[in-house]
Structure formats: C-alpha cells, structure tokens
C-alpha cells in the first residue's frame, strides 16, 4: 500500500527529474536538420539555364562550409550544404526547396537566387516556419518581418540604391535631364521605382525617357540611338553586366558623354569596365557596399587577403574578377557569425532571432564603414552603400557612407 | 537561288503509327493506375508533390503527342498554351475568387480558343517554318504576360502567389495528397478522352493529314478544319495542365514559361515516342528526374551531363519508349507461343 | 528624320549580326535540310577557341585561320560521331539531339571559361565609319565579310561540283546516290562548312555583344528567323533577311507607341510570319512543289 506521503514524494522527484531534464535540453536544442554533430542547410541556385552565370555564387559558398568544417566547424559541429539546381525556374525552385525541406530535412533555407524563386517559395516556407535566410536578391519585399517573419534579405534594396542616386542627382544635378534604360524584368522595373520614389515630386520633370530592354536581345545598340536622340545630359543604367559594357562602350563609339551612372550589380571592374574598355568607362558613376577583388586599391586589405586566400586553396582556377566569388563568401559569412551566436539553441525560431540581432557585424568583403545590422523590426541586413566614381582602372569612393533603408509596401 | 521550281516527295516528318499501336493493352493499364493510386499513400508529401507536377506535363507532352503524333504538326511553342492557361487559373483565382476547380475548364476554353486562332495562319506553314512560328510564340509570350497595360491583372514581372486548396467535405488528406487525385481524375479524364479522340473519325482524319496530307485532301478530309482543330485541343489540354501547374506550384510568373519549358516537353514526347499516347508519362518523368540526376553527377557540368544522357537515350531507342514497348510485347507474344 | 535615318543605320549594323549567323542557318539547311539548334553554341565554342589562342599569344589573324581549321574538323567530327548513327532516326529525335548538343556544349563552354563576359577584339577598329558615328569601321567591316561570304557561297553552290553535289544530297538523296554522290560525306561536308561559317559569325559578333557562353542565344533566334524571312535555301535572301529584321526591329520598337519598345522581337517575329503566311517559301527561296 501506497501512503500519500510516499505518492506525494513521488510526483515531487518526477516534477525535479522533469526540471533537471528541461533545463538539459535548454542548453541542446535542436529543430529537424541540427545535431550534436551537424548542421543541415539547403541552397537553390542556377547552375544551369540562362543564369547559370550565378552557379558560382553556390560554389563559393559549398567551397566557404568546407573551409569551415577544415577549421573544426561551428561550435563543434560540422556545417553539411546541401545545394540544388534550380534553372532559374520557379516551378523547379519549388520542387527542389520541397525536396530540401521534406526529404533533405534541412535546418532551413539559406541564399535562394532570384527574386522569381524566392517568390514562389517565400508562402510555403513561411507557412511551414522555415527560415528562408538571406535572399539572394535585392528586391524590397524581402524586408517584411511582419508578414513574412521567416523571409530575410542580405544584400542593399534595389530601390534603396536608386533612391541614393535620386537623392545625388536632386542634389548635385537638379535641372538634369534624366533617361533610364533598364532591364524589363523585376530588377530593372525595381530601380525604375526607386528612381522615381527618390526623385519625388521632380520625377515627372526631371525623366524624359523610360527606355526599357530584354535580357534575350543579342546587342541593345538601338535603345542607345533612341536615347542619344532624346538628348538627357544623364544616362541611369539598370542592366545586367554585359547589357552595362555594351551601353557603356556604344555610348563612347557615338562619342556622346552624357553623366553615366550603373548599377552596382553592373559595376564589376572585371566583368564590366575593362571590356566596355577602361578609356570609356571613366567618369560612370555608382554605388557600392562590397570591395571589388580586380580593383588594385584592395591588393593590401586585410579582409581581401583572406579571401584571395580562401580561393586560391578551396577555389583554385576560379576566375577572381568574378564578382560572385565575392559575394558568396561575405553572405556565407555572414551565416556562419549568425550560426556561432546560436550557440547550441539551433532551433528555427533561434536562427531567426539570432539573424534579427547582428550589431556592427562586418564579413571580411565589405566597404570599411558598411556594417551588418539587424533588429527584429528591420530584416536588411546589408543596407548602407557608398557612391564612387571611375577614374583610371579603379573605383574612387566618394562621399558618406548612405544608408538607404525601406521596409516592404 | 535559282527560281526553278522543285519537285519533291512531300515531306513526311512524322513517322505513320497505326492508331492501336498508340495506346496499351487493358491489363498494363489497369497496372499503371493502380500503382498510381496506391504509390502517394505510402509517400512522403514532397513526393507526392512531385508525382502531381509527373501527371501535369505527362498532360501537356500527350496534348504535344496529339499535335505532333495524331496530326503530324510540330510545335515549340507548347509552353504559351501552358502559361495562358496557369494565368487564366491564376487570375480567376485570386482576382475574381473563383473556385479552382471552375477555373480549369475556363482555362482549358481559353487555350482552346488561342490555339485554334493560332492554327489558321499556321496551316500555311509546315515543317521548320512552323517550328519557327511555333518557337516565336513561345518567345514572345513571357514578354506579353510582363505588358505594363495588363499589369494589374498579370502581376507583371512580379507574378502571382496562387491560394492551394484544402480537400474538400472534411477528407481527412493533405492539400498535396488532395491535389494529386484531383490531378489524377482529371488526367485520367483526359486520356480516355484522348484515346477516344484518335479512334474516332477526327482522329482518323488526323492521322491522314499526318501520313499525306495531299491524299488526306483528295480523299475528301478537310484539311483546313482538322489541322486547326488539332492545334485547338492540342492548346486546350495544356491550357488545364498549366492551369493545375499553377494551383500546384503556387505561383505564376512569366520566368516559369520560357521557351525552356516548351523544349522540355518538346524531349519529353521525343523520349516518350512520338504518337504512343502512354508514353506520355515516361516523356514527363525524363523532364522532371533526368535533370535531378545530372545535378546529382555533376553540378558545374549538369548541362553537359544532361545533354550526354540524352544522347545515351537516343542512341539507344531512337523512337523512344514507345520502342521498348514494342519489343516488350513481341517477347510476351514469343513467350505464350512457347 | 534624323532619328529614322539613324534608327535604319542602326537596324543595318545590328542586321549584320543576324545576317552572318544566318549564313551559318542557310548552310546547314542546305546541308541536312534541318535547322540546327546547336549552330550558335557551336559558333560560341570556336570564337572562345579563337579567344584562347589569342590569349596564348597567337596573333588575330593566325588565331583565326586556326579557328576555321578547327571548326571545320569538329562539325565534321560531331557529324560523325553522334549524328551519323541517327540517320535512321525519326527527324524529331535527330532535333533532341540538336537540344542534346546545346546543353552539352554550354555547359562545357561555362565551365572551362566561365560565365564573365570578355573583351574579344576586332581587326577592324571601332572608330565611326566614313564620319558616320552610328556605323563603327568593325560592323563596316562586319557587313563586307558577310557580303564576301554570301559571294563566296553564291559561287560554292552554284558552280562547283560540290556544291552542287551538295545541295543534290540534301533536296534529293535518293536520286543523288543514283547519279553517285556519296551523300553520307556531303553530309558531314556540309557540318564542317556550316560549323566553320558558324565561327565567322562567331568571332565577328563577339566584338559587339562581347563572348561568353550565353552570347548566341538570342543571335540565334534572330538568325532563324532572318534565314526564314529570306528563305532557307537562299544565302542572298538569308542576308537580306538579316538587314531587313534588323531594321523592322528597330522601327518598330522607335516608332509603335506604347509596347513597340517592349514587344519589338514578337512584332518582327509576327511580321515575318505574316510574310510566311504569303510567301512559304521565304522572300527568295525556291518554291518547292510537291506530290503524293
């Protein structure tokens, strides 16, 4: 026979017994994809199709984890990168972050490339509380913690940057006559609207030709005629790089020199200035938030050092002008300060509330002066850039380091 | 060159199947479905998922082999049909609040209707002419989906998120699951359909143009008629299987029915046979997995690996699936002989 | 006016981008009586050849002899090797291997060079042509090759034996064997000769669009489309064809309000159907009549 005191002594242990257990598994607190010994992530990216020119970019990052797991992992545990090929496709993407999240099981979802992609995932993921970390886009909507809590962006807003050159152009050119040629897709129609955001009230006035292209025309030498012939005294170029060398270069073949100002996605000095040629190139204007590893002016950065390092032993042959190298490791960095601050709560909502919370972090690729900083009501990670100007074979940073921040509509 | 007129034999670019040899005996079938409906009851979500979008361009490779096989048109331009059908059920959807079953047959009588239009000035086309009509449709319809003018209706470059529906009265499935065997019916709907379709005087009527068209005419067959009516079913099809497309992906954009699209299905009738109905599926399963397992060999040479499967797969059975069939059932008939 | 002048200037230098490769399209049409949707990649793959020579320290004109010899033996090679067993193959698997042969060499191309565009250069100079800003002395120069090329295949077609064999072997192969035409060779001639005039239109377009693995995806369309509107059997209406798309595109986009700009490529396409629809054969290709 049991006395109520033996019973009740007995609910006692259990309840301390379930306390000292609990307070166990505060300390080791794993979601599906994390383990004593592992951290499953899932990437999609384009090896293949018309972008497979962004392959590179998951490559880098494959290339970053095992660095990583050379020099012992995270906290103790060894990071698996699980990467799919997308093709550009949404309905692909859906099928391989299906396949990532179902039967990889991954912890969550790291750098999906292209606004598209990202697009057709962003309700599953959330719906599913996936974390769906560092977009690889720069498309506004990313910033959205109030609806999409499990979406966050990495890279400057599309608009965000043209609202920077609105802001110059009203500034330093207020009676400009302005002509935009952009890419008739989301990231050109994205850098339209910043434009016009940044420029107000003037916009109307101060643009007096929207001239849009395909990605899919072999050569866009005719938008530039229709363009020289409207006459602006300033050129806004919002294309993808080689659509940038060829404006560029045609631009100088008419001996025409209107004020130009590029993209930051098209400011590579490799891959866009030094085939338009540098001699065409001098004067364009833009903005950056990341070091460009064939400007010679970083030869002696530290931070640049250690990714020269990084590629030549796990990337060895990789083309450095390629500005994907680049941004791979900065992203991938980025997750990895973001994995150490988890600590050993790799739970979905801790990576998420560790992402929210990065103070003055600055990956190794970054502007001096550009820092990570996250809080759970701003999802930009990255959202400071710096004007600069080309002169001889290199950029010339100018100015204040802008922060350009927007949350979603 | 030279204006001297040329006399050749018509051009016969499709091969002639007598229409039994389009179809499969009643005992594989009744097989194949039954393994289609058990599989997703013991199958992750994810597969089933995948399983539904095999079913969905299994639908638009057979519309391609009606086109193709049945009528002896060649079409690239198969994912036009496709995306005007998965923004018709987009646009019903989330616009207008439409159910979503409602919005197939719409879908379908929009496409019918634009593939028909479509078929009149290509009847004066034929061959590598056609192709080029057909593969400028497929060119051009991702830019008219991003038209600044149908912005407010399309989404633009943005695209559309489509709602996915729950199973209805209560049943106890996953919105995958349920999608599958609402895709299941309405595959299996359109097969029979299909069948019936090329057994019948249209389908015959078809066939004849596809063997000569010349003789087809003189025979009395209205070649005219039958041609577009061809390109009308054939469009409709892929207009319900872009329209289940989007309810099952989730989203429309115009990224999703690039002229790759229409190459896929394009391979997946080659890899299936061209004309053997059943095929169809295994043309859908080339499209969705051979990708995957390129990847799976190679990721910075998927294309290339992809592209040297292919070879594999051509060089071994030139007339597709429909070849290993063929020989299948000649060794079933050897082996009852014995 | 001066707009519309400069537009049609401009339309006549890109055209000649779409002309070249056309030339490519014609030739293999005459060759195998199909399109090869390969032909741009297999263009892009000799200009990097050429590309890589250069960079080797071969000089431009050394790079490009080099490169004809090269492409010539490779189409005659892929001919050979993946595309003779497919003879008797169904016409549209011989197509998926076109496909095949794309994906294959895009892939390869993007893996051994990368997906970075690069400078290619030109022997020609980019400076404007006789005060003309809007035609460089490299599309002036573009426009004379072609023409040089277009005689040159002129001549080929209609005065040589093997010409002639040639486009007997591809029309008529049956009554070719018969008068002994080794059919099976033009074939593989006519790949080799394809692929070489491919590398022409390679290395002259890279200057403009610059190289890299996807530069001939859209010139190929364009160079489909231009050898249709001409008619596939006619290098002369090929040519043509490519100045005429260049400059309808480039009317349309300056001067249909509204999506003239964003619709030029389905308004030339549509327009060349409309000319299709009148004229099957093409604005020059020969009508061919058929029988049952």
């Known amino acids: 026979m049991f006395s109520a005191r033996t019973l009740r002594t007995a609910t006692l242990a259990t309840a301390v017994v379930a306390l000292t257990s609990g307070a166990a598994l505060a300390q080791k607190k794993y979601d599906t994809g994390a383990s004593d010994t592992e951290i499953k992530i899932g990437n999609v990216m384009p090896y293949s199709g018309p972008a497979s020119a962004y392959g590179v970019i998951g490559k880098t990052e494959e290339a970053y984890f095992r660095m990583i797991n050379d020099q012992g992992g995270i906290n103790g545990r060894k990071v698996n990168f699980v990467t799919y090929d997308d093709a550009y496709s949404p309905p692909k993407a859906v099928e391989q972050v299906r396949k990532l999240v179902e039967s990889d099981e991954v912890l969550f979802v790291f750098n999906p490339l292209g606004t598209p992609s990202n697009t057709a995932v962003q309700k599953y993921l959330n719906a599913k509380k996936i974390p769906q970390l560092f977009v690889a886009t720069g498309a506004t909507k990313w910033n959205d913690p109030k609806n999409f809590p499990w979406t966050m962006g990495w890279q400057p807003s599309y608009q965000s940057e043209a609202q920077i050159y609105a802001k110059w152009l009203l500034k330093e050119k207020p009676n400009a006559k302005v002509a935009i040629l952009y890419q008739n897709d989301d990231f050109g129609k994205d850098y339209l609207k910043g434009t016009k955001d940044g420029l107000g009230a003037k916009a109307a006035s101060m643009i007096i030709l929207e001239e849009s292209h395909e990605i899919s025309e072999p050569s866009i030498d005719s938008h530039i005629v229709k363009i020289k012939a409207a006459n602006p005294d300033v050129l806004l170029i919002y294309t993808t790089p080689k659509f940038g060398a060829q404006t560029i270069k045609k631009t100088a073949e008419l001996t025409w020199k209107p004020l130009q100002i590029i993209t930051n996605v098209s400011a590579s000095v490799g891959s866009v200035m030094k085939p338009a040629g540098f001699e065409n190139a001098q004067g364009v204007l833009s903005a950056a938030y990341a070091k460009d590893a064939a400007d010679p002016q970083w030869n002696d950065d530290p931070g640049m050092k250690k990714w020269s390092a990084f590629i030549d032993k796990y990337m060895p042959g990789a083309d450095k002008t390629d500005g994907g190298y680049v941004y791979g490791y900065g992203v991938a960095q980025t997750l990895a300060k973001v994995l150490q601050m988890c600590g050993d709560d790799l739970t979905r909502a801790n990576v998420m509330k560790q992402a929210a919370s990065l103070k003055d972090f600055t990956p190794d690729t970054l502007l001096p002066g550009v820092k990570i900083n996250t809080s759970p009501a701003d999802f930009a990670p990255v959202s400071q850039l710096q004007m600069m100007r080309f002169k001889g074979e290199k950029w010339e940073l100018f100015g204040d380091i802008i922060s350009g921040d927007i949350a979603a509509d | ?338 | 006016m001066e707009l519309f002048t400069n537009q049609i200037l401009a339309g006549i230098a890109t055209g000649a981008i779409y002309a070249c490769m056309a030339l490519a399209v014609v030739m293999i049409y005459q060759a195998i009586d199909h399109l090869n949707f390969a032909q741009g990649e297999m263009a892009m793959f000799s200009t990097f050849i050429s590309w890589q020579l250069m960079q080797v320290g071969v000089p431009y004109w050394g790079a490009f002899v080099l490169t004809l010899v090269f492409s010539f033996i490779g189409g005659i090679a892929i001919e050979r090797i993946l595309f003779k067993p497919l003879t008797k193959a169904p016409i549209l698997t011989n197509v998926a291997g076109f496909i095949a042969l794309f994906a294959i060499i895009n892939s390869s191309a993007g893996l051994i060079w990368d997906f970075t565009i690069k400078q290619y250069p030109t022997p020609f100079g980019s400076s404007p042509f006789l005060g003309s800003q809007l035609i460089s002395t490299h599309q002036a120069g573009m426009i004379g090759v072609t023409v040089l090329l277009l005689l040159a295949l002129y001549f080929f077609f209609q005065y040589t034996r093997m010409g002639l064999a040639m486009r007997a072997a591809a029309s008529l192969p049956e009554s070719a064997r018969l008068v002994g035409i080794n059919t099976s060779w033009m074939i593989a001639l006519g790949w080799g000769m394809a692929s070489a005039i491919g590398a022409i239109a390679g290395m002259l377009i890279a200057p403009v669009v610059f190289l890299e693995p996807n530069m001939m995806g859209g010139v190929l369309i364009y160079g489909f489309a231009a050898a249709v509107l001409g008619g596939l059997t006619s290098p002369f209406g090929a040519v043509v064809g490519g100045f005429l798309v260049g400059i309808f595109e480039n009317l349309a986009g300056t001067y249909i309000p509204g999506v003239g700009n964003e619709l030029k490529l389905p308004i030339a396409l549509a327009l060349i159907i409309s000319v299709l629809v009148v004229k099957p054969a093409g604005l020059f290709g020969r009508h061919i009549v058929k029988r049952v």
């Open chain 2, 1 to 338: 060159m030279s204006a001297i007129e040329n006399v050749a034999p018509e051009d016969q670019p499709v091969e002639a199947v007598p229409k039994r040899a389009m179809t499969i005996g009643s005992g594989t079938s009744f097989v194949v479905l039954l393994l289609l409906l058990i599989v997703p009851l013991f199958a992750k979500n994810f597969i089933i998922f995948q399983l539904t979008m095999l079913l969905i361009y299994g639908l638009a490779v057979l519309a391609l082999n009606i086109l193709t096989g049945g009528s002896g048109q060649f079409s690239l331009g198969q994912s036009a049909f496709y995306a005007v059908g998965a923004y018709t059920t987009a646009v019903l959807m989330e616009h207008l609040n439409i159910n979503y079953a409602l919005t197939l047959p719409i879908a379908g009588l929009v496409c019918f209707a634009f593939g028909f239009l479509f078929g009149q000035p290509a009847l004066r086309l034929s061959g590598v002419y056609l192709a080029l009509a057909t593969f400028a449709l497929a060119t051009a319809m991702p830019q008219l989906l991003k038209l600044n003018f149908l912005e407010h209706w399309t989404g633009g470059v943005q695209g559309l998120v489509v709602t996915k529906p729950d199973a209805p009265f209560g049943l106890p499935m996953s919105q995958d699951m349920w999608l599958y065997y609402f895709t299941l019916a309405i595959t299996l709907a359109i097969y029979i359909f299909s069948v019936n379709l090329l057994r019948s005087r249209s389908g015959r009527a078809f066939m004849a143009i596809r063997d000569n068209e010349i003789a087809a005419s003189a025979m009395g067959v209205d070649v005219a008629l039958y041609k577009t009516l061809a390109f009308g079913v054939s469009a409709g099809i892929t207009g319900v299987a872009g329209g289940l497309g989007a309810i099952a992906v989730q989203f429309v954009a115009p990224d999703s029915y690039t002229i790759t699209l229409a190459i896929s299905l394009f391979l997946g009738m080659v890899v299936g046979g061209v004309g053997w109905l059943p095929g169809s599926i295994i043309g859908s399963a080339f499209i969705i997995f051979v990708p995957n397992i390129a990847e799976g060999i190679s990721k910075g040479l998927s294309g290339a690996v992809f592209g040297v499967l292919l070879f594999l797969i051509i060089f071994l059975v030139p007339h597709g699936a429909r070849q290993i069939a063929i020989v299948g059932q000649q060794l079933i008939g050897k082996l009852r002989k014995n």
